[in-house]
């Protein structure tokens, strides 16, 4: 899969044009039209006036979004890039699933979700809005220093975690279509604990082999399609292997599968995907998994 399309989901403070500027290598990987979008919440303008929302106020807000995008779709013109640019007073995830309804990107951007545990207790993460809702990959964007340095080399060095479930073989497919962008992969899947039951070292050391075998093949696979790649097994508590293979190897983002099952059940008892996007100081490719439950189509809600 080619990315194409891209929606940049921005309320300025905390994706700024530099995190932008940092995803147009993706122009290597067939990107030709990017699409801007600010969503302005009503309630929080409200909240902040300490009165009821003006209508004056809302046409402030579009107009000062208005001029920073014609600000930054100028130089993506200069690029031989489409831009377009959307913004609105609403509720962010309905509106962003308006636009990718009418749109079709190929990967939204979004900033890191700035809701507290008390908000994501009972009406989980924008990001696990956006996955049991979508069907898009997200990239949650992360200044990862904390001076607020943008990595500018988003691709250069991705660690994709697998559990080798159908998921992963769809990230796999999107994976492949950043062969251009990609400067080296590493792969790796975690054992858990409860997996290596026998105290037998030879039991163990088979599962490990069978895990490497297992690496090395998708490795080669990618290999076929011009990507470096490289094999890590690693034992233990996925979500905390997962952070660390990332800091001993320097990754430039994670790559992580997320089904809907675990998109449902994270609200209660938390999922890695989403725990990663939520906590990691790494920036997070999360590729959503076939929809389980289909309903009929009556229009965003």
């Not at 009821?52 to 402030?60: D, P």
């Not at 079709?104 to 009406?123: N, R, T």
């Amino acid at each position: 899969m080619k990315i194409r399309k891209l929606l940049f989901v921005t309320k300025f403070e905390d994706l700024c044009y530099d995190a932008l500027k940092s995803l147009l290598a993706l122009r290597n990987a067939a990107l030709e039209h990017v699409v801007f979008l600010n969503v302005i919440e009503r309630d929080k303008v409200a909240m902040q006036r300490g009165s009821g929302y003006l209508k004056e106020e809302e046409v402030k807000l579009k107009e000062t979004a208005n001029i920073r995008f014609i600000d930054w779709a100028e130089n993506l013109f200069e690029m031989g890039l489409e831009v377009g640019a959307y913004m609105e007073v609403s509720t962010l995830i309905p509106e962003i699933l308006k636009v990718v309804k009418k749109e079709s990107p190929d990967l939204i951007v979004i900033g890191h979700s700035f809701k507290s545990p008390l908000e994501q207790l009972y009406a989980g993460s924008d990001v696990s809005e956006l996955i049991r809702r979508t069907e898009v990959p997200i990239l949650v964007f992360k200044h990862r220093m904390e001076d607020n340095i943008v990595p500018e080399k988003l691709f250069e060095r991705p660690l994709f975690a697998t559990n080798w479930s159908d998921t992963g073989k769809k990230s796999v497919d999107y994976i492949k279509g950043l062969k251009n962008v990609i400067g080296e992969i590493h792969i790796m899947h975690v054992v858990k604990d409860s997996t290596l039951k026998s105290p037998d070292t030879h039991e163990v050391q088979k599962v490990r082999k069978v895990e490497r075998k297992r690496l090395n093949d998708l490795c080669d696979e990618l290999e076929a399609e011009g990507i470096t790649a490289r094999p890590h097994v690693y034992v233990g508590d996925p979500q905390k292997e997962i952070e660390k293979a990332a800091k001993e190897y320097q990754a430039s983002m994670i790559i992580l599968g997320s089904s809907e099952k675990a998109a449902i059940l994270e609200r209660w008892i938390g999922s890695i995907s989403k725990n990663i996007a939520d906590k990691s100081i790494f920036p997070c490719l999360l590729i959503p998994g076939e929809k389980i439950f289909k309903k009929p189509s009556t229009g965003v809600a």
